[in-house]
């Protein structure tokens, strides 16, 4: 278990430079990347697909915030896919969108108490990204990561146990699930925080992280300072640059080595 504490240094300085390159990143699509409706687990489901240029790679899900499928979770599949991923975001709320944080968290609770639902969704978005990419095993169950948002990092880890054949990694951004069974899990799981999070309490991310170095799982837990929630998101007022920048790095790094 490796559990790092984030120092940002010269922030005034480089806080231009960043937005800048974050800018650049996330604002140009792959030509590949479309939202459109697909046929998978017996379901229809709307979802956001990004391709790399040379059109394979290791699949990756992204669960987005309980704001809905807006640009900034597609930008997270642009993102992923000029690493050389499959990217694939489902819409959760089926076409609903808002932008007011009350609606928001009624959508969200809603969702959550619809376990089969969400549970169902993310199953078939990860059979339409193993279709797609090279992670593909000669009894079509490829090991996927799931990236997962603010409530969705719940419904991440909540897979990775409840699927733990599929999923080889998890990435978390914000959230927290203590009490999950996490002995059965057989992913690999790298978990960022922010350090001013009035959603996520302190304690019950200890909890957790307790509980994934008793089951011996592989587990990287970065706090960073100065942050709050949403501190990843570009449209929203908590978003940090600098703290975003390294996330990416990290999470970019960690998917390689868990998927290539």
């Known amino acids: 278990m490796a559990c790092s504490k984030e120092v940002h240094t010269n922030r005034s300085r480089n806080r231009f430079r960043l937005c800048s390159l974050e800018s650049q990143a996330q604002y140009f699509p792959n030509q590949e990347s479309s939202l459109r409706e697909f046929q998978a687990h017996g379901q229809t489901i709307s979802a956001y697909l990004a391709v790399p240029e040379h059109g394979s790679g290791p699949g990756v899900v992204v669960l987005h915030a309980w704001w809905d499928l807006t640009d900034v979770f597609k930008h997270v599949c642009d993102r992923l896919a000029r690493a050389g991923f499959i990217a694939l975001a489902p819409d959760l709320y089926h ?139 570009e449209n929203r007022p908590e978003y940090d640059a600098e703290a975003t920048h390294l996330a990416w790095e990290r999470t970019i790094a960690f998917l390689h080595k868990q998927l290539d």
């Open 95 to 233: 076409g609903k969108t808002t932008a007011s944080v009350e609606q928001a968290q009624a959508l969200g609770e809603a969702l959550d108490q619809d376990v089969p639902r969400w549970r169902g969704d993310i199953t078939a978005a990860m059979q339409i990204v193993r279709q797609q990419a090279a992670s593909n095993q000669a009894d079509g169950r490829g090991r996927l990561t799931i990236v997962g948002f603010s409530l969705r990092g719940a419904c991440a880890l909540d897979m990775s146990v409840n699927l733990a054949e599929e999923i080889a990694a998890v990435v978390t951004f914000y959230d927290f699930y203590p009490g999950l069974d996490y002995s059965r899990a057989q992913a690999a799981y790298l978990c960022y925080f922010a350090q001013e999070d009035q959603f996520v309490p302190a304690e019950p991310v200890a909890q957790m992280e307790q509980q994934l170095r008793a089951t011996g799982k592989a587990a990287t837990i970065y706090t960073y300072p100065g942050t709050r929630h949403w501190f990843a998101e």
